[in-house]
């Protein structure tokens, strides 16, 4: 698994590590009971046709509600996991509107008067600070894209005529490396972008120094 590089990526992260977890305990009581009865109970071809026994209401109960019961954990978990990640913050210190484009990306910063965008390799590079909320606004001048950056475990497609919107918080300052993960023509897999993640204060200095949008 990638390493989790916002708030809501390790929430995402712990949500699959439980899923694991339980098809992992699902997987060694099946495999385990099967191989048992297998090997304790095999027979040979002269041997006799085993008892027959009816079947055990108590057990069956057991074996039907356990199933019952980790669908509705894990149902219950992904809803909480769920609402964390789409949860908006009143006020994000930062919103950056996000507009795809063949073969490229575009980020305003609609409160600070600045531009970034930029075509194939390595693509715009984007200024976030750490442990505060940022707010992106999705969208997409020609067809469907998608916003996705692997550590962050998440992504959202960019859709032309609509807007979705995605906040996060980065926990470590570093470089993420970001991609179109939705097929929209020839050079679909020359949409790269980058995400660098700084102090407040570093974050703040970088605003102050670029040029403003006219």
């Known amino acids: 698994m990638p390493g989790a590089a916002t708030a809501e990526s390790r929430d995402v992260a712990t949500l699959y590590a439980g899923f694991l977890v339980a098809a992992a305990i699902v997987a060694a009581i099946v495999y385990g009971l099967a191989t048992f009865a297998i090997v304790r109970y095999r027979g040979g071809p002269a041997d006799p046709l085993p008892v027959q026994r009816r079947g055990n209401l108590r ?72 442990g505060q909320a940022i707010r992106l606004t999705i969208t997409s001048a020609d067809v469907v894209h998608s916003f996705y950056v692997p550590l962050f475990l998440f992504k959202r497609d960019a859709i032309p005529g609509r807007e979705n919107t995605y906040e996060f918080t980065v926990t470590d300052a570093g470089t993420y490396r970001g991609q179109c993960a939705e097929f929209c023509g020839i050079y679909h897999s020359r949409m790269p972008f980058a995400i660098r993640a700084v102090s407040p204060a570093e974050y703040q200095a970088w605003v102050t120094a670029q040029p403003r949008t006219p």
């Open 59 to 130: 057990l069956e109960g057991v074996w039907t509600a356990i199933p019952i019961l980790t669908v509705l954990v894990l149902f219950a978990g992904t809803l909480v996991v769920l609402n964390r990640v789409d949860a908006r913050a009143q006020a994000p210190a930062t919103q950056i509107h996000v507009q795809a484009f063949r073969w490229g990306w575009s980020f305003t910063y609609p409160n600070d008067g600045l531009s970034v965008s930029g075509i194939g390799d390595p693509g715009p590079e984007i200024v976030v600070p750490t």
